[in-house]
């Protein structure tokens, strides 16, 4: 009978083996709020702060906007399933163990702890996490390295997207427990991490094919 408790879980498949899973005790509307509001109030406060930085663009302020979401998401979150190979055996309203308990409603791998699943979100929790914060202050202060690192820090996001969804695919894209969930959790919230990337990897690289451009003619009208 003790066998039996493993399999009692809303995930798929059903005979996933969870000993000592925990249900979640937060609704999915209260940990998409609290997720919405900090989010909110975050960008908001970037907003508001770099309007006193002089000389950048609205474009820019919402990269900062942007870069510090994804950076946080990447450390606190991600940070916190990867070091937290538990989270399902929880027994208190922890929120970022609700949040990963509710998540892999959409993608069971997290809570079977995949491990490709594991190692992609270590590599952004680690590296893409610190570097996206560094691209705030890159930003802010016009750093010159600040389009190859908002490039470099796209990239990996692509890089890793990709190998979610295909590694999802090829094992079968059967890990949700309702179409609900698949196109909520798993399409809908990895949907910015593939359409926002992609945009600043166009916009970095025509700003940088400029610069050359105009670093070529300036040298042109000195010969």
């Not at 990867?82 to 809570?111: M, N, Q």
Request: glycine fraction near 6%; charge should be positive.
């Amino acid at each position: 009978m003790e066998g039996l408790n493993h399999h009692h879980h809303p995930y798929v498949p059903k005979d996933l083996d969870l000993p000592g899973f925990v249900p979640g005790f937060l609704s999915q509307s209260t940990i998409l709020a609290v997720y919405g509001l900090s989010s909110l109030l975050l960008v908001s406060l970037v907003w508001f702060l770099s309007g006193r930085f002089p000389n950048l663009q609205k474009i820019d302020r919402l990269l900062m906007c942007w870069w510090l979401f994804t950076g946080l998401t990447h450390i606190i979150l991600e940070g916190y399933f990867v070091f937290s190979p538990e989270f399902y055996k929880e027994k208190t309203a922890h929120y970022l163990a609700e949040v990963w308990k509710e998540y892999s409603k959409g993608d069971s791998r997290y809570v079977a702890r995949e491990s490709g699943v594991v190692v992609a979100e270590g590599m952004a929790a680690v590296l893409e996490g610190p570097a996206s914060l560094l691209a705030v202050y890159a930003i802010a202060t016009k750093k010159s390295y600040s389009y190859i690192l908002q490039v470099a820090i796209s990239l990996g996001q692509l890089y890793g997207t990709a190998v979610y969804f295909i590694t999802s695919y090829l094992e079968g894209d059967n890990f949700a427990a309702s179409a609900y969930y698949y196109y909520a959790y798993y399409i809908t919230a990895n949907a910015s991490w593939v359409i926002i990337p992609t945009l600043i990897v166009v916009r970095c690289w025509r700003k940088t094919c400029a610069a050359f451009s105009t670093q070529e003619q300036r040298k042109a009208k000195t010969r």
